[in-house]
């Protein structure tokens, strides 16, 4: 054998060696804890983080977690535009717009909250979208997301705008106080109004789930294979997950395993949302949380779903989603 056959040879097996060893070693490397940022809403947005929440604050978690918990999405965006928060459970559509806002520099990592709207009547005439024809609906956000749904699933269902009317009040609470005087009356309410309003008050029920309505529309209609109408995601700052990629994917870990324990645990989750402020009473969370829908939703079902709801509310003002609807790159597929 030449000498150079063996030195090259030599070197080749040292290098062989080298890169093993390195990888050992990397393998046996433990990762360093992340803190975490996390917003979110006082609302059904935020219970699919409230064992999280829980288990952070006891310390089980391998990341330790900063949570901040505001009543309006108009505190929040600042602060993940600021880079103050790293996560944040916010509204769909408002995901769109601060996608947009910071020119592409938020991610969807999964869909936190599916629909939350509920017709709610005291009328025994109301069973089907059909019979909401020649009705007054009481509803809130005159110009956003809940109109824009519900004028989605009607016009699918064949009612136009000539066929009913929509009377917008400020509060959800107004909607409620009026289903409460007259029980023939038709609102359109989210969790845990619902709940409130209907053990408030025997006379009403839930006529319609509009989750139940979207899937039909969706799925039976359409063709699709639509998981239902979306509400609530949660969204990532790229530089953050572009640095920590495995502490978002230990999040996401953290968040379904929250989203299992209270759809599983539903009294042990009525503690929590109460002790949160999200919900007053814990009998209301223990009937609103079923109800609300909690999820958590990954990689390309995610895309579908919200894809398909952002569709539908640029078509009704595309101001709701940003302007238009965002690129590819604002969803996180693994």
């Not at 030195?7 to 390195?22: D, E, M």
């Not at 919900?279 to 999820?295: D, G, N, S």
């Amino acid at each position: 054998m030449k000498k150079a056959d063996y030195r090259n040879k030599k070197v080749a097996l040292l290098l062989v060696l080298v890169l093993t060893l390195g990888a050992m070693t990397g393998c046996g490397k433990e990762r360093q804890a992340v803190n975490v940022r996390v917003g979110s809403l006082k609302g059904p947005t935020s219970m699919g983080i409230l064992f999280l929440m829980d288990r952070a604050e006891k310390g089980e978690t391998e990341d330790t977690y900063e949570f901040r918990m505001t009543t309006g999405a108009d505190e929040l965006l600042p602060l993940m535009v600021k880079g103050e928060l790293d996560i944040a459970l916010i509204p769909a559509n408002v995901a769109a717009v601060l996608y947009q806002r910071t020119e592409g520099g938020i991610a969807v990592i999964d869909i936190n909250t599916l629909g939350v709207l509920q017709v709610v009547t005291g009328t025994s005439e109301v069973e089907s979208v059909a019979d909401l024809k020649g009705r007054t609906i009481y509803l809130t956000g005159k110009g956003t997301t809940p109109e824009a749904s519900l004028k989605f699933v009607l016009e699918v269902n064949g009612l136009s705008e000539a066929d009913y009317t929509l009377e917008f009040k400020s509060e959800a609470t107004e909607v409620a106080a009026i289903l409460a005087e007259n029980t023939d009356a038709v609102g359109l309410l989210p969790q845990p109004f619902v709940t409130a309003a209907l053990m408030q008050n025997d006379a009403l029920r839930m006529a319609l789930d509009m989750n139940e309505e979207w899937l039909r529309v969706e799925n039976e209609l359409k063709g699709g294979r639509s998981n239902g109408m979306v509400t609530g995601v949660t969204v990532v700052r790229k530089e953050f997950l572009e640095e920590h990629p495995e502490a978002v994917e230990e999040f996401l870990k953290e968040h379904a395993l929250s989203v299992e324990a209270i759809n599983g645990d539903v009294a042990a989750g009525a503690a929590l949302a109460v002790a949160a402020g999200i919900v007053a009473k814990e009998p209301i969370a223990e009937r609103a949380v079923p109800e609300c829908h909690i999820t958590c939703i990954t990689g390309e079902d995610m895309k579908a779903d919200l894809s398909a709801y952002l569709d539908v509310l640029a078509g009704f003002d595309e101001s709701l989603v940003g302007g238009k609807v965002p690129e590819d790159d604002f969803y996180y597929i693994r």
